[in-house]
Nanobody
Framework: QVYPLESGGGSVQAGGSLRLSCKAS????????MAWFRQVPGKAREGVAS????????YYHDSVKGRFTISLDSDKQTLYLQMDSLKPEDTGVYYC????????????????????WGQGTQVTVSS
């Protein structure tokens, strides 16, 4: 299997909820941050949310603030993304990523800082 390993994608109607999970690789103890990115059709991949492991600091894309919650279970080495009040524009492929760098507030979603990427899981929200 390829790690990080995402799961939990699927199809849901607008207003519904989904929870994504991401099992970390064996290099989890070398991580400083884990994050979720998404590839929306016709657009560049964008950061959705990031979790800084030491300190538990979180960052969110403006479009998901108040609707999505990122969390980490360190014992299970698993990252989660709870997605509520889903909208059709949330449709896309969601990727889990891990970084050995501690992200800075102004560049928490810099893809070049993330060295490990999952294969993605599809999320489809219908209106």
């Amino acid at each position: 299997q390829v790690y990080p390993l995402e799961s939990g994608g699927g199809s849901v109607q607008a207003g519904g909820s989904l929870r994504l999970s991401c099992k970390a690789s064996p290099y989890f103890l070398s991580y400083n941050a884990m994050a979720w990115f998404r590839q929306v059709p016709g657009k560049a991949r964008e950061g959705v949310a990031s979790f800084v492991i030491v300190g538990g600091i979180t960052y969110y894309h403006d479009s998901v603030k108040g609707r999505f919650t990122i969390s980490l279970d360190s014992d299970k080495q698993t990252l989660y993304l709870q997605m509520d009040s889903l909208k059709p524009e949330d449709t896309g492929v969601y990727y889990c990523a891990a970084s050995s760098f501690r992200p800075r507030p102004q560049s928490w979603d810099s893809e070049s800082d993330f060295g490990e990427w999952g294969q993605g899981t599809q999320v489809t929200v219908s209106s």
